[in-house]
């Protein structure tokens, strides 16, 4: 099953490598934050509905079901919720560091209550991958800056994201994938009344293409990412899944931005990139001993 894992994960990562590079350009063109939140929930829709009419229109109903898919879903989106106003309240530039830690929290979850384990080469790899995810967004020199509530919303938002993933791969030993990602989309929905809320409908908004078509055509790959992601998780295991793609994503991320730019990264992001670089090497590279995979029965994509 490592070669299902790993190229769902591969996926994930190339598409929402793509996704990082351009997701701003709806905001630099006049279309705010939150309503580009509300079109990436609109875009969870057909790739829900897409595997949903794959899988013979089958959804897991039980209980366990019900809770967990929608568990993953609201803690995914709400994440995001409390992230637009952390980033409103703090530095950018020291809440995503904080953000980017939450693989670890995937780490030490699926460690501990799921078991899962892996070789001298994927420890190293997860390894480098903490250590390079903070590195991306991390800007040096920029003056102290006082502990609030900026700092505590960036701590439930990493924990948030963390169980997330952890809930992605315990969802995905009794529930079929495609229940999953529908759930995780009504989650997304959910939060939509929110993002309406947060937006300041006051000042002008960019109605045309550059707005909503183009946020609609970026967040697609985030949407489609998160489909594969669910299937990563499903054939792989959480604390090698969970930092292979946070790490390999901001890197895809990285060499778009400096090709479309033509700039080179220095610094901190320059050290993000080699470290995130290896990890991913490490972390695709480590042998999967069949007698402790992690594969789930189901239908897959």
């Known amino acids: 099953m490592q070669s299902n894992w790993l190229t769902y994960a591969l996926i994930t990562t190339g598409l929402w490598g793509l996704w990082g590079a351009f997701t701003g350009l709806p905001s630099e063109h006049g279309f705010p934050d939150t309503l580009i939140y509300v079109v990436w929930a609109l875009t969870m829709i057909p790739p829900a509905l897409i595997v949903l009419a794959r899988a013979g229109w089958r959804i897991d109903r039980d209980r366990r079901s019900v809770l967990l898919g929608l568990t993953v879903g609201l803690l995914g989106a709400g994440g995001q919720m409390l992230l637009f106003r952390a980033v409103q309240l703090g530095p950018a530039y020291l809440i995503f560091p904080i953000v980017s830690l939450s693989p670890a929290i995937t780490i030490a979850l699926s460690f501990g209550l799921l078991g899962e384990r892996t070789g001298k080469l994927g420890v190293a790899g997860i390894a480098l991958a903490l250590c390079a995810l903070p590195l991306f967004d991390m800007q040096l020199g920029q003056g102290a800056q006082g502990l609030g509530m900026w700092f505590v919303l960036a701590l439930v938002v990493m924990a948030a994201w963390g169980l997330q993933a952890y809930f992605i791969k315990l969802a995905n030993a009794g529930t079929s994938a495609e229940s999953i990602f529908f759930y995780m989309m009504l989650g997304g929905l959910a939060c939509v009344p929110a993002a309406l809320w947060l937006t300041d409908f006051s000042q002008p908004i960019n109605w045309?293409?550059?707005?909503?078509?183009?946020?609609?055509?970026?967040?697609?790959?985030?949407?489609?990412?998160?489909?594969?992601?669910?299937?990563?998780?499903?054939?792989?295991?959480?604390?090698?899944?969970?930092?292979?793609?946070?790490?390999?994503?901001?890197?895809?991320?990285?060499?778009?931005?400096?090709?479309?730019?033509?700039?080179m990264p220095t610094g901190t992001k320059l050290l993000g990139v080699g470290l995130a670089l290896l990890a991913a090497l490490m972390l695709a590279l480590q042998p999967e001993n069949p007698s402790s995979t992690q594969a789930v029965s189901g239908d897959a994509a």
């Open 208 to 263: 045309r293409w550059q707005g909503p078509g183009l946020a609609a055509v970026i967040q697609v790959l985030n949407a489609i990412g998160a489909l594969t992601l669910v299937y990563a998780f499903r054939y792989g295991k959480a604390l090698v899944v969970s930092p292979l793609v946070n790490a390999g994503a901001p890197l895809l991320t990285a060499v778009l931005s400096m090709a479309v730019s033509g700039a």
